[in-house]
Structure formats: structure tokens, C-alpha cells
């Protein structure tokens, strides 16, 4: 699958140019002959640092694949919780099922008693594999506020988020005000949003700054 990063390359008055990476958060000088070397290098820092912390996260995320969500389960949004396609109401179990604890399921879930054993049937024969079978994303709440979006599309990985106070060199004070005067919620300088949310953002507010913004897309295997 595609993840993304983003990037911001500034071209120093010395020369050389100025990488500022948002995960981890840290800026850098590199003297590097031209804009695309500086981009060559900012890739190959994504792709080297993605393999380390991506393969990391996804290893401790799989100590809890002994639950998986329920097919009934759907995510309603901006609020992010869990509600029941069958009754439209919220799931008191936040759609987990978890493989040791069925009994739970069955007490608490709202479902008719033969809706239930269908659904743990499906779920343990493996013909369920859970939502989106990606773990551990979490929701950009700029991504929640795209309607056309699908759904799956507005969970991204930890790496892939950014500050958009930090992007434009602002302070989360400034921002704030800076949104609350020109009707950008809030929410989006309150909360790290996806690296293309933040992108799009920073370009809008800040046109002058859209060269230096890079999203860069790398392939990522979950379950390699």
C-alpha cells in the first residue's frame, strides 16, 4: 500500500537547503547540489525511517490481534465511534469482538440471538477478517470533514500526519486565532491531520510556500 509524508524543502541564502521532516519532527541542513537531490535524499530518509518505526508499530499493534471488529460495526463520522448497521445506534461494544472473551459479545451485543452466532461464525471461520484488515490507523479529522471521501481512505498511520501550525512556521496560538478569524475549524490546528490534508491547508493559507511542500508517497507492506 501507499503511505504518504510530508516534506518541506527551503533553500538556504548559504546555499544548501533546509529539510523539515513532521514524523519524526525535526529540521536539518543538507548541502545538497540542487532541489531534487535535496528531495532524492528527503525520499530515501522517509522510505529507511518508514521500515524502522512502520514495521515497529505494526509489531506491537499485532499483539492484539486476538480481537477483530464486527461486520455489523460501522464508523460514524466526525464523532469517530461505533455504531450498529442493524439497530443505527451506538455499539456498546465499540465493534470488537474479541476471539477469548465471546461471551461478552453475546451479552452485550444488541443483535438477535441468531444475528450474533452469524456473526461469530463468520468471524471465526475467517470469512470476516475484520475492517479494512489495516490495524491501528487513526482518523484525520480533516479527512472526516470530505464527505466523498471512503471511509477507509480517512485513517492513516501515525507517520503519516502533521501539524499545520509547524508547516507554515506559525505558533498554535496564531494559528488559532488565524483559523478562528477565517472560519477554518479549529479542529484542524487542535489535532494532527493526514500529510495531504496538511498539505492542502498550508498551500491555501499560505500560497507562497507551495514549492517547498513535498507529499512524498512510499510503498508499505503491512504484513511483510
Known sequence: MKVKSLVKIIS?????????????IFSLFYAAMNKDHALAVANRFVSEQLQFS???WIQ?????????NC?????KLPEDIWCCKLSDTICDLQANIEFDNTENFLKKCSANEQKKLQILKAVESGKYDGFHHVPDRLLC???A???SKKESFKYHYPWEFAEIDVSICSSY???????????????????PICSQCCYELAVKIRPELKDSF?????????RS
Open 12 to 24: 538556504h541564502v548559504d546555499g544548501g537547503f533546509h529539510l523539515t521532516f513532521f514524523r519524526p
Open 214 to 222: 513535498h507529499v512524498i508517497e512510499s510503498n508499505f507492506n503491512p
Open 60 to 68: 506491537s499493534s499485532s499483539e492484539n490481534e486476538n480481537r477483530i
Open 173 to 191: 496560538e496564531e494559528t488559532l486565532a488565524e483559523f478562528q478569524n477565517s472560519g477554518i475549524p479549529e479542529r484542524y490546528v487542535n489535532s
Open 71 to 75: 461486520p455489523e460495526g460501522c464508523i
Open 141 to 143: 479529522v480533516s479527512c
Open 145 to 147: 470533514d470530505k464527505k
Open 54 to 56: 512502520g514495521k515497529e
